[in-house]
């Protein structure tokens, strides 16, 4: 068990108990912090405290013992990780699709949590009392590409940090069926629970109704494939880089539905399997069996960009689509896309 002892300056005099102690110690969250004012593990000028908002006074020491983390509850498990970076306060990786991010019913086990757990095997001091890896933010089981997790309770509160105040640079690609109108732009439209499906987010139509969280999403086709019908030049499926302003839960996938472009494989959003397209022949019976076949939303995560929360080196990775993405492409680029072809 470590003890911090902290002697409080005329500065420091009227701030609550657990704002002086996450600010000072360095490596605590202001709830982790209040957390351990009340199990008993602070002292002032060596009397026990359980009253985090007590304020404080200059000249007054302050020990704060820092429990030893205790196991946490999901088992290591040794899984083969693409690891793009490493040191000892962060992990960058590039998940694999099937993967599930945490535990939950339905993947209790083979998670990116227990393959960290296993690769970090003594790295992990804690975060929040529990050695676990420091996990705040996530892609959906299916989805591939970039994410970051802390290895040190610093550097979890100061991702946590950037994060909420959205200094993360965030870059995915989709393939949509059809594509959005106008081919870039700027869907700001707040998302909550679907009303008729609580395990569905959807965007609020009513403003008198339910407000949702704010959802932004900046976007560009970088490509369009086929035609929809003959003559109309709409395309029949594109290739889009979505950039994140916010990050709620299935965002890109919302809203891309939300604009008539859904995910090609998203079970979820999309309206239907494949994609609608214009043209006759063997290329195009490829490219549509393709589209058809594709099992998963077709989403990357292609770029993570951020500030180092510990030693402040700016950190940027990008990780190619993989390989069912890029079969994908390649067959959808053999659709037709005028009369001549």
């Known amino acids: 068990m470590e003890t911090i002892s902290l ?4 500065a420091d005099a009227g701030q609550r108990l657990d704002s002086f102690l996450a600010d000072k110690a360095g490596s605590l969250s202001r709830s982790r912090a209040k957390t351990l004012i009340k199990e008993g593990a602070v002292t002032i000028n060596g009397a026990p405290t359980d009253d985090p908002r007590k304020a ?3 000249g007054s020491t302050y020990a704060l013992a820092l429990p030893d983390p205790v196991p946490a509850v999901p088992q290591p498990e040794d899984i083969p990780l693409e690891i793009l970076f490493e040191d000892a306060h962060l992990i960058i990786i590039n998940k694999a699709s ?63 940090t950037l994060f ?12 949509t069926r059809g594509a959005p109108r106008p081919l870039s732009g700027t869907i700001d439209e707040p998302i909550a629970r679907a009303t008729g499906d609580r395990k569905k987010m959807a965007v609020v139509r009513n403003p008198d109704g339910t407000h949702g969280r704010e959802a932004i999403t900046h976007y560009k086709a970088l490509e369009t494939f086929g035609l929809r019908d003959k003559g ?17 839960t299935h965002q890109i996938r919302v809203h891309m539905s939300h604009v008539g472009a859904s995910l090609i494989g998203d079970p979820v959003y999309g309206r239907s399997r ?3 397209a214009w043209g006759s022949g063997e290329d195009f019976d490829t490219a549509r069996d393709a589209a058809r076949r594709f099992e998963r939303q077709a ?16 950190l940027h990775f990008e990780a190619p689509v993989p390989q069912d993405m890029a079969d994908l492409i390649a067959a959808l680029r053999l659709l037709p896309k005028d009369d001549h072809d």
């Open 56 to 58: 404080v006074v200059a």
């Open 7 to 10: 002697t409080a300056t005329t």
């Open 274 to 276: 494949g994609v609608t």
């Open 164 to 175: 909420a105040t959205h200094d993360i640079e965030r870059s995915y690609l989709a393939v």
């Open 232 to 248: 109309t030049g709409l395309p029949a499926a594109a290739l889009v880089q979505c950039t994140l302003e916010t990050g709620r």
């Open 98 to 160: 099937g993967m599930a991010v945490h535990p939950a019913p339905g993947s209790w086990d083979g998670t990116l949590v227990n393959a960290l757990l296993f690769h970090c095997e003594g790295q992990l001091p804690g975060i929040g009392g529990v050695e676990r890896p420091g996990i705040v933010h996530r892609l959906d089981k299916l989805t591939t590409g970039v994410m970051v997790a802390a290895k040190t309770e610093a550097a979890h509160v100061g991702l946590s």
């Open 299 to 314: 989403l990357h995560a292609a770029v993570l960009g951020f500030v180092h929360p510990i030693t402040g080196e700016d």
